[in-house]
């Protein structure tokens, strides 16, 4: 059965991403201006970060595919340079994300799920996403670093599910926390084995482009 529902949402991405275009934050239709995410998905439309699909919808709760988010996060990283042949099995030269997969790999910011394999129609976790956030600022060499202050900022201890947060992704997370980009919700908590949704992706990739001197 989980195979049938990888399946499944596998051909639904397939068919999403075959009617996605470019398009002005005007035409978004499921994110009004009135929307907490609107000033983030906005933005990235209209840098063309990510676009709408099927006539103006985002689908700001849909989960953002691994694929996705490395294709996204390459794209607001001002797409460089491509390295390396990352041989994956399941990507092939012409999907959308290929480039931005192999320069994933080159750049160390993932191995994939296996040496074969990176399973780009997969979901995301909010701390898989953080990590490769932070990986992609450090090879670009902006990433923030632990500082004499640092005692001063906010605390993953702090939330109430900190010790859901992996151990290889605590430093990732704590340090995005430090400059505000990662945020936990109102009631205390980080939340990092929850999926990424396409407005959060939005939202952390404005944020580290803001961060960045990247937005225009």
């Known amino acids: 059965m989980k195979h049938l529902k990888r399946l499944i949402s596998a051909l639904l991405l ?4 075959a009617t996605a ?11 009004p201006a009135k929307n907490w995410a609107y000033p983030y998905v906005s933005k990235m439309v209209d840098m063309d970060i ?8 985002f689908y700001p709760d849909l989960p953002t595919s691994r694929g996705e988010f490395v294709l996204y996060l390459w794209r607001a990283m001002d ?19 290929s480039g931005a997969v192999n320069w994933a790999v080159g750049a160390g910011i993932t191995n994939g799920v296996s040496p074969t394999r990176f399973d780009p129609y997969g979901d995301l976790t909010r701390e898989q996403a953080f990590t490769f956030l ?3 600022m450090d090879y670009l060499g902006v990433a923030p670093t ?35 980009i990662v945020q936990g919700t109102d009631n205390g908590y980080l939340m990092p084995k929850r999926d990424v949704n396409n407005a959060a992706t939005a939202t952390i990739l404005y944020r580290a482009m803001d961060y960045m001197d990247l937005l225009y």
């Not at 397939?14 to 991403?17: F, I």
């Not at 797409?79 to 994300?97: E, H, K, M, N, R």
């Open 50 to 57: 990510m676009q709408t699909h099927d006539g103006g919808y």
């Open 146 to 180: 632990y500082g004499e202050d640092h005692e001063f900022y906010t605390q993953i201890s702090e939330f109430h599910d900190y010790l859901q947060v992996s151990s290889w992704s605590a430093d990732a997370i704590q340090l995005l926390l430090d400059i505000s």
């Open 14 to 17: 397939t068919a999403v991403l």
């Open 21 to 31: 275009v470019f398009a002005s934050a005007a035409t978004i239709k499921d994110v």
């Open 79 to 97: 797409a460089p340079a491509i390295g390396v042949d990352a041989g994956f099995t399941d990507v092939s030269w012409d999907d959308p994300w």
């Open 134 to 136: 932070y990986r992609a």
